[in-house]
């Protein structure tokens, strides 16, 4: 079964970077890989998406031009940079993987489907 492993989160200061890792427990591929997040009291909407296959990538309007993802298929493993950070960024970010080839439905849709580790906290201060 398929493990992911989320790791990279901390305290940050408004404008400040992290660098967040979803590490895989065996080869991905053709694999939607997704970072999700939850901030306190509100669901969890999709971050940004990215295909193992053909490294097609989705972001949301909240975070485009700040964050950016990227997939290092020999680690298996995946990360989201993260920049200018605000604190609205502020929650708990979880990563997903689902057979699907659309990182669009990933981001979208897969809060329904996927299953849910530990997560990572990421907490920016103003």
């Known amino acids: 079964q398929l493990q992911l492993v989320e790791s990279g989160g901390g305290l940050v200061q408004a404008g400040g970077s992290l660098r967040l890792s979803c590490a895989a427990s065996?080869?991905?591929?053709?694999?939607?890989i997704g970072w999700f997040r939850q901030a306190p009291g509100k669901g969890r909407e999709g971050v940004s998406c990215?295909?193992?296959?053909?490294?097609?990538?989705y972001y949301a309007d909240s975070v485009k031009g700040r964050f950016t993802i990227s997939r290092d298929n020999a680690k298996n493993t995946v990360y989201l940079q993260m920049n200018s950070l605000k604190p609205e960024d502020t929650g708990v970010y979880y990563c997903?993987?689902?057979?699907?080839?659309?990182?669009?439905?990933?981001?979208?849709?897969?809060?329904?489907?996927?299953?849910w580790g530990q997560g990572t906290q990421v907490t920016v201060s103003s």
């Open positions: 065996r080869v991905i591929l053709d694999y939607a």
């Open positions: 997903a993987a689902l057979p699907w080839s659309s990182v669009q439905a990933m981001c979208v849709m897969a809060s329904d489907f996927a299953s």
């Open positions: 990215i295909s193992t296959r053909d490294g097609s990538t």
